[in-house]
């Protein structure tokens, strides 16, 4: 190249830059109150770890969970004041007066209100589902079948006369009685303790799934084949452990437990997706560890892996792998499992 090029290049070049400059950079910056925090990718790796050893998420919008032990204290300290307040009150007073301090109508609305958020989210998933995957009769009688499970709460305090002791409890499930009928209860401790939407959303979303879970169809013979290929890839996955005394649906089998977490991961993936569009991300990060933090291993605690798939499995594969919730957080790291299970 000559000089005369040379410096014809260099003065291009510059024109060059003085033109970016005005329309891409050397602008005003914009007042840094108006500019939203990015939010970029949130750290995916080590899930279980990061949930489990922090003892609070706070900074999830809609509101924090306690531990199971700290929800039961404050159910206790609640007793305590009502019992000093009325010490000549018959237990079925107080039960009632726990019930109208703990179950108030602020709470019990905003629960069936989610309960009601949670079937609609359970029927958009199987509707999407192609027909050929699930009939459109499987579909009728999935639905159907989450549906008939009311969630069956106090007042009054009567509502759980045959299990009084869940008015202080964190227990949160579902049962089916001997002539079909099907409900949900929740515990006092759980509804004092719990305000994240997305706990809430998880924890009703699983135990409503097991109304469609792969033994409790087995139980009213019910036979779904895109469930035995979801069974298998659970159990080729090592979602379920196969251990040899093993019985499917019986005996040392988790298959029922991965699929209600299956289906509650998916439901609470789509409530963080509609609502977390204005959440940072530690608002996020919080919002999500909140949703599965109940299924942290309390250490001193007993194993519960009869059933359950161990803590780590569930709130690692089951949930933090979930195709969505890895888009929600624009997850850099590489998946835990080798694949995720679907209907198909
Ligand atoms: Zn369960």
Known sequence: MSRTHQLFAVLFAFAGLIYAALHFGFKDPAPIESVPPPRGPVQCGAMYERICSDTGFDLDPTGVVLSDREAELEV??????????HEDWEQEQL???????????????RLDQIY?????????????????VLTLAEKRLLKRRIRKTPLEMPPPASRYADAPQLLTKTDVFYERFADGRTRLRVGGGYVLGTQSRYNLTFTIAHELAHSIDPCELRARRIAIPAYDRLSACFVQTGLVATRKT???????????????????????????????????????????????????EVSGAQLD????PA???????????HPQMRKLLHCQEPPVAPRYCGFN
């Open 76 to 85: 206790k300290e609640l007793i305590a004041d009502i019992v000093s307040e």
């Open 95 to 109: 039960d009632e007066e726990l019930v109208a301090r703990i179950f108030i109508p602020a709470r019990v609305e």
């Open 116 to 132: 009601l958020w949670v079937i609609r989210a359970m029927e958009k998933f199987i509707e999407a589902q192609s027909d050929s």
């Open 246 to 296: 093993r019985l499917e649906c019986g005996h040392d089998d988790q298959l029922a437990e991965a699929f209600a977490d299956w289906f509650a991961a998916q439901v609470t993936t789509e409530a963080l997706m509609q609502s977390s569009s204005g959440y940072s991300n530690d608002q996020l990060f919080h919002s999500v560890a909140n949703s599965v933090r109940d299924l942290c």
């Open 305 to 308: 892996d009869e059933f359950h």
């Open 311 to 321: 803590a780590k499995l569930r709130i690692e594969r089951i949930f933090g792998d």
